[in-house]
């Protein structure tokens, strides 16, 4: 069975912690969570999980996450189980190891929201069940195969098109993003202050697939020829120690109608949410007829039930 990525297990089971890991398989999740959408809406059963059992694992505050993989899971006729870090015995010190053996009786998959990269591929490691990533300090994979099923919906294809992310380049989402819209030959461009500029990783993996990465603090003119403006918060889960610099710093990459107006007529506008208003975009956008945001926050739930399918073999 199919294991690349930054997490090698040896049962060979399959995890989802980075967009490496769904290299070879992007768009085909990408058409299922598409095809199971259309067969669900349709009043037709997708319950392939039935009787399965995911297990949720949360770090750090989630409204999208903790609903749309609940959801998912009942719609895929299975059940999902919130646990958190408030309740369970990780937070009062039991090892990330004994957590992971340990859930691995219970559950058939394990999603993590995780303070740091090192915790989920540490979890990873030793569950032996598939682990998908609700996020982490490096990356948010769900949100950007999300991100990738929305745009496709929106605009009928993905190779070829151009991505504009403004704001923090250093988050999880700009570096799932660059390695996202490379595995789908997306051309990429960051509009980030220097010292927010990606992990050169993320930078050097993207170019690898041949699309264009450009990393610029510039915001003037960058939105030309776009035909996707995206951004997210400036200030992560995280990193509320530093608001009050943050916001200094990034005063100019706020994405308002002018920036909007620049890009192609038809570009559309992302953002993972939750947002906030006046800082990394205006409302007037994200509410705009442009933003697709809220096809985007549903699209968590489809792309996760592709996600898990996938994932459970
Ligand atoms: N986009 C996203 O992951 O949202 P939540 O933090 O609400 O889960
Ligand atoms: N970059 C944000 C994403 C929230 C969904 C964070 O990590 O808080």
Redesign the pocket.
């Known amino acids: 069975m199919f294991k690349e990525g930054n997490c090698i297990s040896p049962s060979m089971k399959r995890d989802l912690i980075s967009m490496l890991d769904v290299k070879n398989d992007l768009e085909e999740i990408i058409d299922l969570g598409i095809k199971l959408k259309k067969k669900s809406k349709n009043g037709e059963s997708i319950e392939l999980l039935e009787g399965e059992t995911l297990g949720m694992i949360f770090e750090k505050?989630?409204?999208?996450?903790?609903v749309s993989f609940e959801v998912g899971m009942t719609k895929l006729g299975g059940h999902a189980i919130f646990l958190s870090t408030n309740d369970i015995q990780l937070g009062r010190g039991e090892t990330i190891e004994d957590t992971a053996l340990v859930l691995s009786r219970y559950v058939d998959i394990i999603m993590y929201r995780a303070k740091s990269n090192e915790a989920m591929k540490e979890l990873a490691k030793h569950a032996t069940v598939p682990v998908i990533s609700g996020?982490d300090n490096k990356e948010?994979p769900c949100?950007v195969i999300t991100d990738l099923m929305t745009i496709k919906e929106h605009k009928g294809t993905l190779k070829g098109l151009n991505l504009v992310y403004m704001g923090d380049g250093k988050n999880n989402m700009a570096h799932s993003y660059l390695l996202g819209c490379g595995i789908a030959g997306i051309n990429v461009k960051i509009v980030s202050p220097k010292q927010y500029w990606p992990d050169e990783y993320y930078v050097e993996e993207a170019k690898r697939f041949g699309v264009n990465v450009e990393i610029t603090d510039k915001v003037e003119g960058s939105t030309k020829d776009a035909d996707i403006i995206t951004t997210d918060t400036w200030i992560s889960m995280g990193d509320e120690i530093e608001k009050e610099k943050r916001i200094k710093e990034f005063q100019g990459y706020t994405i308002d109608g002018e920036l909007m107006a620049q890009a192609k007529s038809d570009a559309v506008f992302l953002h993972?949410?939750?947002a906030y208003y006046g800082y990394e975009v205006t409302k007037e956008v994200a509410h705009g007829k442009q933003s697709v945001i809220f096809d985007e926050a549903e699209n968590r739930m489809w792309a996760q039930i592709a996600i898990m399918v996938t994932l459970s073999g």
């Open positions: 505050s989630s409204t999208r996450t903790r996020l948010h949100q993972c949410l939750p």
